[in-house]
């Protein structure tokens, strides 16, 4: 309901003429003086303002007015673009690309120098639906949100840039998303996804790895694949009264096999065999230098992928030999500060092992 004050310019509603304010009578009444200068208790839905006998902005205030406009427009245009830069579009048809799905990365400014500077903290929709996400850390017994909002399809957007310092900040939270488009097959299940990394993962060049959607070395981690997400038959009420939710997505996720899994004897053990004879079907034509290679290379992944997958021991089995594979073991251990090592058992090994003992997070 509008509201007038003694003096007011006013035109009747329900009727031609008007006149001015001369009395506020109560809440909802006024009382208007007209042309004759008779007074009439009027209500006030019954009146409107007459804004042409208002004052014209004088040409101070109209410059101020302009000058908010533009520099509020300003504004506006200096977030859409910061928000534009924050996104791109992915690889999706390149030679490696990942498989489609969702995932998040950690991409290092300085690709030739991978373990130091500043790194992107990105998130991947690797789908053909647009997903609306929000991006949440754990910061000991609470969770903050730090990111929400819009990624379209087959699209990357960067939630953060952060130092190699706060860095450990950002290796616990969840990323949780519902998927839509136009028209579909099948309706998408909603992401929720936790995650946690070990700080050490960061420290080795070998956990950085060419992205095919991104272009560049990162640490990258599948937060569910789109199978994971989609159904099979497209009958969303079947799914949803037999109890499958977001909680079958992150199952999925769950049991997918890390490297290391094939090796596993044992809740968080594993027992690796490095001999040539166990990583190639066939040595012909290898040199002693191509061998080599191949067992440190495979060494290193497994030894990442355990400690990706939480595991607390895996023994590898490198030979007695001439002892050059042992030594080159042990100095590969010295970038992996969140490990120790130890002869294995030689009652079961012998000589040609070692044990590499895997810190649990948060010791």
Not at 38 to 62: C, G, H, W
Not at 122 to 131: G, R
Not at 161 to 167: A, I, M, N, P, W
Not at 235 to 259: C, R
């Amino acid at each position: 309901m509008a509201e007038f004050k003694i003096g007011d310019k006013v035109n009747f509603l329900s009727t031609v003429g008007g006149g001015k304010v001369t009395k506020i009578i109560d809440s909802r009444m006024v009382m208007v003086e007209v042309e004759d200068g008779f007074e009439i208790p009027t209500l006030n839905t019954d009146l409107v303002l007459d804004y042409r006998s208002m004052p014209a902005p004088s040409k101070q205030q109209q410059t101020v007015d302009k000058v908010q406009k533009e520099v509020q427009a300003k504004q506006l245009l200096d977030q859409q673009q910061a928000e534009d830069a924050r996104k791109g579009g992915l690889r999706r048809f390149a030679k490696e690309a990942e498989k489609e799905g969702v995932y998040m990365a950690f991409v290092p400014h300085e690709q030739q120098w991978l373990l130091t500077g500043p790194l992107d903290v990105v998130l991947v929709n690797h789908t053909p639906y647009e997903m609306l996400y929000t991006f949440t850390i754990k910061e000991e017994d609470k969770f903050t949100n730090v990111d929400f909002g819009q990624i379209d399809k087959y699209e990357k957007i960067v939630i953060e840039t952060v130092s190699r310092d706060d860095l450990e900040y950002w290796l616990n939270g969840v990323v949780q998303a519902v998927f839509t488009t136009e028209t579909s097959d099948s309706v998408l299940l909603p992401l929720n996804a936790p995650f946690a990394l070990r700080t050490g993962r960061f420290l080795k060049e070998g956990s950085y790895v060419p992205s095919g959607v991104l272009g560049e070395k990162s640490v990258m981690i599948c937060l569910s694949d789109l199978v994971a997400l989609r159904h099979g038959d497209g009958d969303f009420t079947k799914i949803m009264k037999e109890g499958i939710g977001s909680h079958a997505a992150a199952k999925t996720l769950v049991k997918q096999e890390a490297p290391i899994d094939k090796h596993k004897t044992a809740p968080g053990e594993a027992v690796v065999d490095l001999h040539i004879g166990e990583l190639v079907d066939n040595i012909l034509g290898l040199s002693s230098h191509d061998m080599f290679k191949i067992q440190t290379d495979y060494f290193k992944r497994m030894l990442d992928s355990a400690i990706a997958s939480d595991y607390n021991k895996v023994t590898f089995i490198h030979g007695v030999g001439n002892g050059v594979l042992k030594n080159a073991i042990i100095e590969e251990l010295k970038n992996y500060h969140d490990t120790e090592n130890r002869m294995a058992s030689i009652a079961k090994f012998g000589v040609g092992a070692v044990d590499v003992l895997i810190a649990e997070k948060g010791k």
